[in-house]
């Protein structure tokens, strides 16, 4: 039943947090579109932090939304970790042009991607 609670008031927050739009240090906009904590990585439990960013189609070149992504999993991914349950080995930060389902593809759509390793409040970059 507590697990049920305590559930339910991390989606109510991440509702809230999806409506709000996140001004990077570049001056990019990003919206945050979800958490994906289920499906493994290559390094094991692996938690996926999906983001809206316009953007990224023409206007932010890829060093600086890698810089952004970086702070966004050190300021918006790290925070919110505690609450998923089993901690991660890895957190990927993800950067899209446009909304597109997890796991599908899209031709059209400009991505970006980043690993990293939780180390205390820091984020490690990894190969990805």
Known sequence: MREGIVMALVMLAATAAAAEEIVTPSGMAVSWLETVHGAPGPEGL??????????????????????????????????????????????VISLADREIPFGQTDPAAVQYFEAYRPEGDACEWEMF
Do not use: K, N, Y
């Not at 983001?51 to 060093?63: C, K, M, N, W, Y």
């Open 46 to 91: 692996t938690a996926r932090f999906r983001f809206l960013a316009p953007a990224i189609a023409g206007e932010v070149d890829f060093e600086t939304a890698a810089e952004d992504m970086h702070w966004l999993c050190e300021t918006f991914a790290l925070p919110r970790l505690s609450v998923l349950g089993p901690q991660p080995s890895q957190v």
